[in-house]
Each structure stands twice: as C-alpha cells, then as structure tokens.
C-alpha cells in the first residue's frame, strides 16, 4: 500500500509550527529579563544603545543634551543628584515625570542613570 500522498505536507506544516514557536521563545527571551537575574554590575550596554534608549525614553522631556527641560523637566547637565537617587527619580517618577519600573528593567534604569551623568559640566 502506497504512502498517503497527504504526509509530506503535514510534516511542512509541523515544522512550520516548531518554527514558529522557536520564534516565538526567541522574542520572549530577548525582551525579558534572564532567568537568573543578574546583579546590576553584570549587564552592560554599548553607548549607542543607552543614547538610543534616552533618545526614545527621556529626550522628550529632557532633550538630546539634558537641557530641554519641557514639562518642567531638570537640566540634567545641572542635576547634582547622586546614582542613588538618579535611580530612584527615574524608577518611581517624580513630579511630571513619568515612572519608569515596568517600562524599563532595573538594569536598564541603572545604565540609564549612570549615562546621563555624560551631560554634566
Ligand atoms: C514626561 C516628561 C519626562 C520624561 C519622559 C522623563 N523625565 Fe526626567 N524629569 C521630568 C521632570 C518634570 C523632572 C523634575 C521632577 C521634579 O523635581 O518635580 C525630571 C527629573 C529627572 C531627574 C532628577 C534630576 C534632579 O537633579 O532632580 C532625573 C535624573 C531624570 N529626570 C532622568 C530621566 C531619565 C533618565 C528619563 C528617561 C528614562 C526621564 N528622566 C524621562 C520629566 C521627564
């Protein structure tokens, strides 16, 4: 007896299933933080990623040099505030600015506080 001509085209279709699912775990894993969550120290960004993600996330407000101050927002190139507090003001929001946690990691807020410290004079 011949083999179901229907086979092969269900094996494609499984595959393509597999496939999709791989993708799927792929941008999972890319966008969430790693199972094993790593101290602050441990994650680094290139410079082109943290000025792309203050350009995204806090140039509106505080402009590409820090300066803009729309909304009322602080000079950055002026602040004086210390990593610790950078951190803070940038997690929970302060006054209008708008909070951080769930938008960004802790890593990311952390790199973030350190990187603006780049516009101060
Ligand atoms: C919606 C506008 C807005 C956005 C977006 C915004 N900020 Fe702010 N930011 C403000 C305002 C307004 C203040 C002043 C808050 C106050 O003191 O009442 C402020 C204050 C700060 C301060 C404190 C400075 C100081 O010396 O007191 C830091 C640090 C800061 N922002 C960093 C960031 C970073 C980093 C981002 C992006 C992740 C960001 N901000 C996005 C409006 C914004």
Not at 84 to 109: C, H, S
């Amino acid at each position: 007896m011949a083999v179901p001509r229907n086979v092969q085209p269900l094996f494609m279709v499984s595959r393509n299933v597999i496939a999709g699912a791989a993708l799927l775990l792929l941008g999972v894993a890319s966008c969430s933080e790693p199972a094993h969550s790593p101290g602050i120290e441990s994650v680094s960004y290139t410079e082109d990623q943290l000025a792309t993600m203050y350009t995204t996330m806090c140039a509106i407000c505080h402009g590409a040099d820090g300066k803009l101050g729309n909304a009322g927002a602080t000079d950055l190139a002026s602040s004086t505030l210390d990593l610790q507090a950078r951190i803070a003001v940038i997690t929970y929001g302060k006054g209008q600015m708008t909070p951080f946690n769930g938008r960004l990691t802790e890593q990311e807020i952390a790199a973030l506080a350190q990187y603006i410290e780049s516009f101060r004079e």
